[in-house]
C-alpha cells in the first residue's frame, strides 16, 4: 500500500524536478554555444576597439561564460560524486589498484652519490 502511495508521489517530484531545473538552469550546453557565438559575433566588426558600447558587451558577455563555464564545472562534479555514490564498491577496486600501482612507481629503489654510486641496499638508501 505504502508503495503505491509514493511511486505517483516520485513521479510527480521528478516532473516537478525537471521543469524547476529546465527553467532554473536551463541547457547549460546550449547557453556556452550561444555566448561563445556572440562573443564571436562581437568581435568581428572593424570599429570593434572604438565602439564603447561592443567593449561593455564583450565584458558582460565574458562574465555570462564565466558564470555558465562555472556552473558546468559544478555540472561534471556532483554527477562525478553521483556516480561514484551509486557504484559504490563497484569503483573501490579501481581506487584500490590505483593507489597500489601509484605507490609502486613512487617508491625510491635505488639512489645515487654526488660520485656516481648507486646504492640499492634499503639500508645504504636510509
Known sequence: MISSMILPMLEQLATLLRDWNKHVFGNLFRRKRE????????????????????????????KDL??????????????SRTEAIRDGDRNTCFYHLSTIIRRKVNRIKALQDAQGNWYWDEEEIK
Not at 572604438?50 to 558577455?61: A, C, M, V, Y
Not at 555558465?68 to 561534471?76: A, S
Request: proline fraction near 5%; hydrophobic fraction near 40%.
Open 35 to 62: 555566448i561563445w557565438a556572440r562573443l564571436d559575433g562581437n568581435q568581428k566588426p572593424p570599429d570593434f576597439f572604438h565602439n564603447k558600447f561592443l567593449i561593455k558587451l564583450e565584458g558582460t558577455l565574458r
Open 66 to 79: 564565466d558564470e555558465v563555464l562555472n556552473k558546468i564545472e559544478t555540472f561534471w562534479f556532483q554527477k
